[in-house]
C-alpha cells in the first residue's frame, strides 16, 4: 500500500505539482465541452464571500464589490494543499509592498472552523510567524458554499490549486495563472498601467492547456456514469491536445504530455474494445518519454495500477506492461539523462523495482533491488549509506523470499 501510494504522489507531483480537487455541491450537468465563459479581460463577477477571517481584529471590512483604480488579488487556496500555503508567505509580502493599492484576498472552500484551526499553527520551523499573523496582512476567507470558486474557477475551466486571479483598476480580469512569480511582477506592471492584458490573453490561452486536460477528466468522473459518447469526446480531444504544434506549446509542456497521456491510459482501458488504440498511445508516449526517465517510469507504474483493477485485464495486456517496465528501465539506466538529479533517480529506480513486483516479475525485481543495494555499498557518505542500505537490505530480503515462494526462482 505504501507503494502504491508512493505511485499516486510521484505522478500528482511530476504532472501538475498542484492540489486537484472537485467543486462542492455541484452539479453533474455542467457542459465540460463549452469554451469557457470567463476569461482575461472578462467583467470580473462580484464577491459574495460568507466567512472573512480576523477582519474584526484589525477594522478591516469585507470586500463586497470591486473599487475604481484599485487592483484585487483573488488567491484560492485550501488548508490541505501544500503549495498554497506555501506561497501565503509571498502574498503577505506583496500586500505590505502595495498597501492601500492592492487588495489581496485567500479565499477558501472550507468551513471557517477548518481555516480557524490553521491560524495558530506555525508558518515553519526556522519562521516563528503564525498564520494568524498572514491573516493580519492581507485578508483570508472562507466560503464553504463554494460560489465564489464556481463564480470564477468553473468558469475558467480550472480543476487545481493554488490558482490566482489579478482584477485590475478597471474591474476586468487582467491576469490569471498558478505561478506565483509571474503573478508578482503581472501585479507590479498592472498598479503601474503598463500591463498589456490584450497580449497575455493570447499567452493565457496556451498556458491554461495543462488545466483543461485536468479539468476535463475530473469533470468527467465527477459524472458517475460515464456515457460512451462522452467518454471518446475526451478521448478525441486528448489526442488533438497531443498533437499540439511545438511553436504553441505552453512552457510546461513535459508535464501536460505526462498529465494527458496518463489519463487517456486510464479512458481507452476502460474498454477492450479500444485494447488497439491504447497500445498506439502507450507506444507514442513510451517514444516520447525517450529521454525522460520521470515521465518513463510514471507511465509503467499508471499501466501496472491500471492493469490490477478490475475488469481492465483485458483491455491492457500483460505484454503492454512488461514493455513499458522494459521501457523504463532502460530510459532510467541508459546513462543519456544528466539533467535529472541522483536522488530523484534513486527514487525511480526504487519505484520500478517495486512496480516490476506488483506486475508479477519477482526476478526483475530482485535484480533492481541488488543493483541498488551494490551501488549504495560502494556510497562514501557513511551516514547516507548505513541509512539507505538498512531498507534496502530489507526490501530485497523480502522479494528473495516472495520469490522463493512463487517457485519462481532459478535453480
Known amino acids: 500500500m505504501k507503494i502504491r501510494a508512493f505511485a499516486l504522489c510521484l505522478l500528482i507531483c511530476l504532472a501538475t505539482c498542484l492540489q486537484s480537487r472537485g467543486f462542492a455541491n455541484e452539479t453533474v450537468e455542467e457542459d465540460l465541452f463549452a469554451p469557457p465563459s470567463l476569461t482575461i479581460g472578462s467583467p470580473a463577477p462580484a464577491l459574495a464571500i460568507e466567512h472573512w477571517m480576523l477582519h474584526d481584529d484589525d477594522g478591516r471590512q469585507p470586500v463586497t464589490e470591486f473599487e475604481p483604480d484599485t487592483v484585487y488579488v483573488l488567491d484560492f487556496w485550501g488548508t490541505y494543499c501544500a503549495p498554497c500555503l506555501l506561497v501565503m508567505p509571498h502574498l503577505a509580502e506583496l500586500q505590505s509592498k502595495y498597501g492601500d493599492r492592492v487588495v489581496i484576498i485567500g479565499v477558501s472552500h472550507e468551513?471557517?472552523?477548518?481555516?480557524?484551526?490553521?491560524?495558530?499553527?506555525?508558518l515553519a520551523r526556522d519562521d516563528a510567524r503564525t498564520y494568524a499573523d498572514l491573516a493580519r496582512v492581507y485578508r483570508l476567507a472562507?466560503?464553504?458554499?463554494?460560489?465564489?470558486?464556481?463564480?470564477?474557477?468553473?468558469?475558467?475551466?480550472?480543476?487545481?490549486?493554488?490558482?490566482?486571479?489579478?482584477?485590475?483598476?478597471?474591474?476586468?480580469?487582467?491576469?490569471?495563472?498558478?505561478?506565483?512569480?509571474e503573478m508578482a511582477d503581472a501585479l507590479a506592471a498592472i498598479v503601474n498601467d503598463t500591463w498589456?492584458?490584450?497580449?497575455?490573453?493570447?499567452?493565457?490561452?496556451?498556458?491554461?492547456?495543462?488545466?483543461?486536460?485536468?479539468?476535463l477528466y475530473t469533470g468527467l468522473m465527477r459524472r458517475g456514469e460515464v456515457s460512451k459518447a462522452d467518454r471518446r469526446r475526451v478521448i478525441e480531444i486528448y489526442q488533438e491536445i497531443l498533437a499540439t504544434p511545438p511553436s504553441e506549446r505552453p512552457a510546461n509542456w513535459r508535464y501536460v504530455e505526462i498529465e494527458t497521456n496518463g489519463y487517456l491510459f486510464d479512458l481507452l482501458s476502460c474498454s477492450v474494445e479500444d485494447r488497439a488504440e491504447l497500445e498506439e498511445v502507450v507506444a507514442r508516449a513510451l517514444e516520447s518519454a525517450s529521454d525522460n526517465p520521470r515521465a518513463s517510469v510514471v507511465y509503467a507504474t499508471t499501466l501496472v495500477d491500471l492493469a490490477q483493477r478490475r475488469g481492465r485485464d483485458e483491455a491492457i495486456s500483460p505484454a503492454l506492461v512488461e514493455e513499458s517496465l522494459r521501457a523504463a528501465e532502460k530510459v532510467l539506466?541508459?546513462?543519456a539523462d544528466t539533467e535529472t538529479p541522483n536522488r530523484l533517480k534513486f527514487q525511480l529506480d526504487y519505484q520500478l523495482a517495486?512496480?516490476?513486483?506488483?506486475?508479477?516479475?519477482?526476478?526483475?525485481k530482485v535484480r533492481l533491488l541488488e543493483g541498488m543495494v551494490a551501488r549504495y555499498e560502494a556510497e562514501e557518505n557513511a551516514v547516507k549509506r548505513n541509512f539507505t542500505l538498512d531498507y534496502l537490505r530489507e526490501d530485497l530480503r523480502e522479494a528473495?523470499?516472495?520469490?522463493?515462494?512463487?517457485?519462481?526462482?532459478?535453480?
Request: net charge negative; charged share 25%.
Open 333 to 335: 539506466h541508459s546513462g
Open 142 to 181: 472562507a466560503d464553504p458554499d463554494s460560489s465564489t470558486e464556481k463564480d470564477y474557477l468553473q468558469p475558467l475551466r480550472v480543476a487545481s490549486l493554488p490558482f490566482s486571479v489579478i482584477v485590475g483598476k478597471d474591474g476586468r480580469i487582467a491576469w490569471a495563472g498558478t505561478n506565483s512569480d
Open 354 to 364: 517495486h512496480q516490476y513486483g506488483h506486475a508479477g516479475h519477482l526476478e526483475d
Open 196 to 215: 498589456d492584458r490584450d497580449a497575455f490573453a493570447k499567452i493565457h490561452a496556451r498556458n491554461m492547456l495543462g488545466s483543461q486536460v485536468r479539468y
Open 111 to 122: 468551513s471557517p472552523q477548518k481555516v480557524g484551526a490553521l491560524l495558530p499553527k506555525p
Open 400 to 411: 528473495r523470499e516472495a520469490l522463493r515462494e512463487s517457485g519462481a526462482e532459478s535453480p
